[in-house]
């Protein structure tokens, strides 16, 4: 079984930046794909970045190309998502996930895609 923990998660300004890290432990991490969703009130939960096993793909939601980047290190069994220029509509508990194979396959990937999930971060931009 697979355990992900997800820290960074803040209060910033809008133009601001954060840094969120899942810590994995459990299963091998470099054996899985892993991504970032997020869910907003009232909102489904919809998809953000996803990364292959290697770290050498990825892929991102329309709306956050450019301004996030999703990588991992396998050493350290870690998923991070660098984000800046955020704005308010980026506010949403974010989730770092898993999925069992070396990548999503099917893309945008969708949270039914996914086979480990964390217990999410909650991020907040202020306009």
């Known amino acids: 079984q697979v355990q992900l923990v997800e820290s960074g998660g803040g209060l910033v300004q809008a133009g601001g930046s954060l840094r969120l890290s899942c810590a994995a432990s459990g299963r091998s991490f470099s054996t899985y794909a892993m991504a970032w969703f997020r869910q907003a009130p009232g909102k489904e939960r919809e998809f953000v970045a996803a990364?292959?096993?290697?770290?050498?793909?990825?892929y991102y939601a329309d709306s956050v190309k450019g301004r996030f980047t999703i990588s991992r290190d396998n050493a350290r069994n870690t998923l991070s998502l660098q984000m800046i220029s955020l704005k308010p509509e980026d506010t949403a508990v974010y989730y770092c996930?898993?999925?069992?194979?070396?990548?999503?396959?099917?893309?945008?990937?969708?949270?039914?895609?996914?086979?480990?999930w964390g217990q999410g971060t909650q991020v907040t931009v202020s306009s």
């Open positions: 996930a898993g999925r069992g194979s070396y990548s999503y396959g099917e893309l945008p990937p969708l949270p039914q895609h996914s086979d480990y």
């Open positions: 990364i292959n096993w290697s770290g050498g793909s990825t």
